[in-house]
């Protein structure tokens, strides 16, 4: 009966998950060459035009010689197309710039999909939609994908996002929009082997996937828990850097909730030596 206990206390007390909050994201990043945009004046139809930015980061209307845009946002070029259609051809100007293709910053899309690689980034780029346009999720995919992106203070942002609530639950409040230049990292789900020797009741080999985040009492549980002979402490042997490293850890005092769960490695070897009676 003391090892059955034991083995449900192991897989009762497996680690929890956190939910991570996603932030608001914006795509209003500052226009380059090669960039599409959409153009329309409320005043004059005749004006509206679909536009590359050039080489030289300017663009051409018909009523317009090469206005220089790179470097704005979308915003800041409707305030700049207003100003100059004022000035010398309309009474009032009422401009809407949408953009239609970032190509001068495309998003990546790397990892378990079927085509990795760069997509064009438009305005409203939908983290479905550069999944989708890379081909989908590639078999062997991992729980959790990460968009990286350089935040507005210039430091680097990272967004985790359940695929599961991306891809099957449909929740529409993580299929964030995506800016361009974001990269979005789709981690293949590669297997992690962890040893067991000593006293376990079945020791060997027990076999994870990375997205489970294994801990120490996953393992045991997974190899039936500790024999009646076994004493209270693990030693966890791993290699880091070429050089191989041992943790002691006393898996009672993580049962009872006074030390934290260990997160195991690949290739860690756990060892439970008989008690001292």
Known sequence: MKRFSIVILL?????????Q??????????????????ISVLEDRSIA???????????????????????????????????????SYL???????????FSSKPISVVGA????????????????????????????HGSELYVLRTGANGLSEQVAVSIDDLMINGNPDVNIPLAPNDLVNVPADT???????????????????SSQTPTLLQAMADAGGPTD????TVVITRTVNGKSERLQVNYRKILSGRQQDVLLRD??????????F
């Open 229 to 232: 002979r076994a004493g209270k």
């Open 191 to 209: 297997p992690i082997v962890i040893y067991l020797l000593g006293e376990f009741a079945r020791p060997g080999k027990s076999m994870f996937r």
């Open 11 to 19: 897989v009762a007390l497996a680690g929890l998950a956190a939910a």
């Open 21 to 38: 909050e996603l932030p608001i994201l914006s795509s209003d990043a500052p226009i380059g060459p090669r960039d599409v945009l959409e």
């Open 49 to 87: 035009a679909k536009v590359t930015v050039r080489e030289d980061g300017t663009i051409v209307l018909n009523v317009l010689e090469k206005v220089q845009v790179a470097g704005l946002t979308a915003s800041q070029i409707e305030t700049r197309l207003k100003s100059l259609l004022e000035a």
């Open 267 to 276: 290739n860690d070897t756990l060892f439970l030596d008989s008690a001292m």
């Open 113 to 140: 999909v079927v085509r990795p690689g760069r997509i064009a980034a438009s305005g409203n780029t939908t983290l479905i939609q550069a999944i989708t346009q890379a081909g989908g999720l590639a078999a062997g």
């Open 91 to 101: 009474s009032k100007a009422t401009v809407t710039v949408q953009v239609v293709e």
